[in-house]
T-cell receptor, first 111, second 111 residues
């Protein structure tokens, strides 16, 4: 049981490039989330999903897109990377008792 | 609307001394309260949670917390910290299957 896995661990992008952050969970959880973590700011919700085929915006969705074609996978897409998207990105899934399980994170730098 | 603030950005504590983490919550009628711990370079791990029932909650790493409705508090305490408790700690409130996080408290442990 691997829990929540994220790839890549680190990435450097140039301004305007695009990339997809991968997230997979093997706990059969319906709810999944993407957060970004900036120093001193806690975690901000980017997008979330309540099940396959259903996604919704969180607090800071601009510049990002998501899809949820399966229960297991919840990729986050950055289309035109900007320096403001330099951050650490965490994916999470929610278990039976509202507890969220987090992946190890992806550290993204946009130069 | 739920709001969460952590008044202490940093806490420095000597090894073996006690530690209490603080969080100010504003929430609706049925609070789901969480504390997460993040070790350096890692994802977030659940430290404690309160839904209902027994107001004294035991968490991981030797932490416990008491939910006090009249004070809107759920502050984890540990009587004797270990060097491995050095980490960042986040409180969070569940707002309809979405967590609102505080800004975090970084705990430094002196030998």
């Amino acid at each position: 049981n691997a829990g929540v896995t994220q790839t890549p661990k680190f990435r450097i992008l140039k301004i305007g490039q695009s990339m997809t952050l991968q997230c997979t969970q093997d706990m059969n959880h319906n709810y999944m989330y993407w957060y970004r973590q900036d120093p001193g700011m806690g975690l901000k919700l980017i997008y979330y999903s309540v099940g396959a085929g259903i996604t919704d915006k969180g607090e800071v969705p601009n510049g990002y897109n998501v899809s949820r074609s399966t229960t297991e996978d919840f990729p986050l897409r950055l289309e035109l990377a900007a320096p403001s998207q330099t951050s650490v990105y965490f994916c999470a899934s929610e278990g039976q008792y509202n507890e969220q399980f987090f992946g190890p994170g992806t550290r993204l730098t946009v130069l | 609307a739920q709001s969460v603030t952590q008044p202490d950005i940093h806490i420095t504590v000597s090894e073996g001394a006690s530690l209490e983490l603080r969080c100010n919550y504003s929430y609706g009628a049925t609070p789901y309260l969480f504390w997460y711990v993040q070790s350096p370079g890692q994802g977030l791990q659940l430290l404690l949670k309160y839904f209902s029932g027994d107001t004294l909650v035991q968490g991981i790493k030797g932490f416990e917390a008491e939910f006090k409705r009249s004070q809107s508090s759920f502050n984890p305490r540990k009587p004797s910290v270990h060097w491995s408790d050095a980490a960042e700690y986040f409180c969070a409130v569940d707002a309809g299957n979405k967590l609102t996080f505080g800004g975090g408290t970084r705990v430094l442990v002196k030998p």
